[in-house]
């Protein structure tokens, strides 16, 4: 909207000066010696502290689409039909890419980066369950100790800083986490997205699956989905739930429940 200037008799504008509060650093947030001796005492994908839906909008439903870039060898491709669908139906998403994957793909990268239709977030450095003592999730290892939780977060959270994403968000390598890990997180300043529908099942559905997960999401859902696996049924499945959803009264949305 166009703010439009409208002639007015003359008046005498007064100029008041304001006080201005010093400026104050925020300290540090806690070493790893603060969780020293902490026992987990949960560990999976859905505890306090973990964001699981959105702000919902009266007379609409809401639902925020995620997609996971997970980086190494099988998992560094870009599903550019996907990202092309997304685009065509404006429907906005956030990006959860890792290290390896922004690495492997710095151009793409740039690219996601530049479109307001997308927010790139972090998905770890080496794309591994956050936990406290090592916990496993789907075969691969967590991070061993405190310390190596903050470099999971930090590391990528400083290389997406470097092209110039602010990134607040995480979401950890298999979505797993321990309660430590989780306090760990919120204590360096980011929110653990977590999910309420499992959109694709790894990247294994079934194009219908990936539909059917999408169009039957709840008012304020996360659907997790993946945007590494461009043979796999994921691109189709999200372009088959937007042409269904058209002209309905779902609202694409990003995490803090704002669209484009």
Do not use: K
């Given at each position: ?16 000066e304001t006080a201005t509060a010093p400026t104050t650093t925020a300290p540090p947030p806690p ?124 590391g990528n959270r400083a290389l997406l800083a470097s092209y110039g994403v602010a990134s607040n ?60 696996h461009p043979q796999g049924g994921t691109g189709p499945g999200v372009r088959q739930a937007l ?18």
């Amino acid at each position: 909207m166009t703010a439009t200037a409208t002639a007015t008799s003359t008046a005498t504008a007064t100029v008041r000066e304001t006080a201005t509060a010093p400026t104050t650093t925020a300290p540090p947030p806690p070493g790893p010696e603060h969780y020293a001796g902490r026992v987990p005492q949960a560990f999976g994908t859905s505890l306090p502290g973990i964001v699981e839906t959105v702000p919902t909008t009266p007379g609409r439903r809401t639902i925020a689409l995620t997609f996971d870039a997970c980086g190494g060898p099988a998992g560094s491709a870009v599903d550019q039909y996907l990202i092309d669908s997304l685009r065509e139906f404006h429907a906005p998403a956030t990006l959860f890419v890792s290290s390896t994957w922004v690495e492997a793909n710095p151009e793409a990268t740039r690219h996601l980066i530049a479109d307001p239709l997308f927010r790139l977030e972090n998905h770890g450095t080496r794309h591994l369950p956050l936990s406290v003592t090592g916990a496993a999730a789907y075969g691969i290892p967590g991070t061993a100790n405190p310390a190596e939780v903050m470099a999971e977060i930090d590391g990528n959270r400083a290389l997406l800083a470097s092209y110039g994403v602010a990134s607040n968000w995480f979401r950890a390598g298999t979505a797993h986490y321990d309660d430590v890990s989780v306090d760990i997180a919120r204590d360096r300043g980011v929110q653990i997205a977590g999910f309420s529908v499992n959109g694709d099942y790894g990247a294994t559905a079934s194009p219908g699956q990936v539909a059917a997960n999408i169009e039957g999401a709840p008012d304020g859902a996360i659907v997790l989905s993946h945007m590494n696996h461009p043979q796999g049924g994921t691109g189709p499945g999200v372009r088959q739930a937007l042409e269904a959803l058209r002209g309905s009264d779902v609202r694409f949305a990003f995490l803090d429940g704002s669209s484009v």
